[in-house]
């Protein structure tokens, strides 16, 4: 089986909501989405999909998505789209980075591979441990009774699991977290993520400002660097994002305890291929006892007591 052809389709997908606004006042209204099509010369064809956040959110944007593939089509010619690892390696050999522009055209190889098996690609990445996946919900950066009144919506459409935009000035972040606590019923669970958008000293104090509540504490500051001071200095858990986007950084994230939990994001890794690889090292990172320890059902991570 070889690959023939690639079609790339530009797709706008407007939020239900309006509006998602997270730290910095960045906000998105339209979803800039890319679908790509592989065909091959057995007539079977994959399909993948990237989305970037936008261009201020991470380094990605969806014009710079399109573009890359097109340049990376005609590597892509000729090679067997059931063997992910070759053509990864491939990607990487005709265009250094850009790990977003790789990513579809990687989810459409296992979209063919789980066709020419006859297996949904969860059994190609090792199989389901259960019959649902548990997902947590973001709640959009809004005045703090606002994020509030969503946690009652959002638990009526079954989330147990609340993701709070925070990453704005101290005060109110503070009030935004204590006023969607006070919502939470038991077997919840609270992460407040400033998306990158607060100083060191500014996440201390929000810290502080909420030593009290069940809450973990995401991402907070831009560089690895000041998030794991400040990962150093409070008693929150702490889960890393944006910092972790290879499996170097994976790797230096784990020896250096900087995180309880990591979010792994696909287009964000470079696709399925990099994603289960992270996955894969994340269990293997685990104490010998795993089956003692919990983690959110929704990330992985370094475990912690439950």
Not at 15 to 42: A, C, I, M, P
Not at 101 to 110: E, G, N, Q, R, T
Not at 255 to 283: E, F, P
Request: aromatic letters at 6%.
């Amino acid at each position: 089986m070889r690959i023939v052809g690639l079609s790339l389709y530009q797709v706008d997908l407007p939020l239900h909501e309006g509006s998602y606004n997270w730290s910095g006042g960045k906000s998105v209204q339209v979803f800039d989405s890319t679908v790509v099509r592989l065909t091959t010369d057995t007539g079977l064809e994959g399909f993948g999909e990237v989305c970037p956040l936008g261009p201020v959110y991470l380094p990605s944007y969806a014009e710079g998505a399109r573009t890359g593939m097109i340049a990376l089509a005609p590597d892509l010619l000729g090679l067997d789209p059931r063997q992910p690892d070759v053509v990864n390696r491939a990607m990487d050999a005709a265009l250094k980075g850009h790990p977003y522009v790789k990513s579809a055209i990687d989810l459409a190889c296992w979209d063919i591979l789980g066709k020419a098996t006859g297996l949904p690609v969860s059994e190609l990445l090792g199989g389901r441990t259960g019959p649902d996946f548990v997902l947590y919900r973001a709640i959009s950066q809004q005045a703090p009774e606002e994020m509030a009144s969503r946690v009652g919506e959002y638990r009526r459409e079954g989330y147990r699991r609340f993701q709070l935009k925070v990453g704005a000035d101290v005060e109110t972040d503070i009030e935004r977290i204590r006023a969607v606590a006070a919502q939470l019923k038991k077997g919840d669970i609270l992460i407040a993520d400033a998306n990158t958008g607060w100083l060191p000293h500014e996440a201390l104090r929000v810290a502080r400002g909420v030593r009290d509540v069940d809450v973990y504490i995401e991402q907070p500051c831009d560089s690895y660097e000041e998030c794991l001071g400040v990962r150093r200095r409070i008693d929150h858990p702490f889960v890393l994002d944006e910092s972790v986007d290879s499996l170097h950084a994976l790797v230096r994230a784990h020896a250096d305890h900087a995180a309880d939990v990591v979010n792994l994001k696909i287009s964000k890794l470079g696709g399925l291929t990099r994603a289960r690889q992270a996955r894969d090292l994340c269990v293997s990172c685990r104490r010998p006892s795993a089956d003692r320890w919990r983690l959110p059902p929704f990330q992985s991570g370094r475990p912690r007591a439950g």
